[in-house]
């Protein structure tokens, strides 16, 4: 496999558009991956969402035409262009790096979704953190992560499941390489952070492609609902927690 540039490895700026066309009818993305995090938000009339890592906009668009009241970050300026276009004015969008502290009141979302983000991070305590804050009491975040034995098949040279390591690859977008860099983490690792964030783990799921698709994608069909992909969590600030980190 071909190693990615990381001083130039997610870039989004620079294939914005490719990457929004591939994810808004691809397999994995259309019929796997936004499916399952709508079955997870279930109802969300009336509920206030953070979409942490929006993108294009398609995660929010399909959680306001459930009723929700949506606002979206992302840290690419592109992507976040292609979503106004997508959205139009009346969904509040920000370029934010996720890294950084979140431009917001306190306990001011019901949910936070992050939708294929967090493997991006190197350490998920400061952006967990910062997820707890903006979420009421009761509030859920709804996150999407690459599984970690998926991960790990990346192994060049083949790393400690154990730590929390970094790995480089191409991915291809209309027949053009972009360079890509992920981190990889055990599971364990995972559900301690999310303790560590003072939030409480109520789902863990590995969910089936939507059955649709596999007269659409009848090969690839088949690998994605025998292989692991990727893991879905919903966790929830305590309903009896109080004050900002509390």
């Known amino acids: 496999m071909k190693s990615a540039d990381r001083n130039q490895a997610n870039d989004y700026d620079s294939f914005a558009e490719m990457f929004s066309a591939e994810s808004d009818s691809s397999l994995v993305n259309a019929y796997y991956e936004r499916p399952a995090m709508l079955a997870l938000a279930g109802d969300v009339t009336g509920r206030r969402i953070l979409d942490a890592g929006c993108g294009s906009g398609p995660l929010s668009a399909a959680l306001r035409e459930r009723g929700a009241v949506v606002t979206g970050i992302d840290s690419s300026a592109g992507m976040l262009a292609l979503a106004r276009r997508r959205l139009g004015d009346d969904v509040a969008l920000h370029v934010v790096d996720l890294c950084d502290p979140l431009p917001f009141d306190d306990g001011v979302f019901d949910d936070v979704v992050a939708s294929l983000v967090l493997h991006y991070l ?108 990727f893991l879905f969590f919903v966790v929830e600030v305590p309903p009896s927690a109080t004050g900002a980190g509390g």
């Not at 939030?199 to 799921?205: D, F, I, T």
Request: aromatic letters at 12%; glycine letters at 6%.
């Open 122 to 229: 190197e350490d998920w305590e400061p952006t967990l953190a910062e997820f707890r804050r903006v979420l009421w009491p009761g509030g859920r975040l709804i996150a999407s992560v690459g599984h970690p034995f998926a991960a790990y098949a990346h192994r060049d040279p083949r790393p400690d499941y154990h730590a929390t390591t970094s790995y480089t690859f191409d991915w291809t977008l209309n027949g053009q390489s972009v360079p890509m860099e992920f981190w990889r983490r055990p599971l364990h690792a995972m559900t301690d952070a999310f303790t560590t964030a003072g939030l409480r783990l109520r789902v863990l799921s590995e969910p089936q492609p939507d059955p649709a698709a596999r007269a659409l994608f009848p090969d690839g069909f088949q690998d994605l609902s025998t292989s692991p992909n």
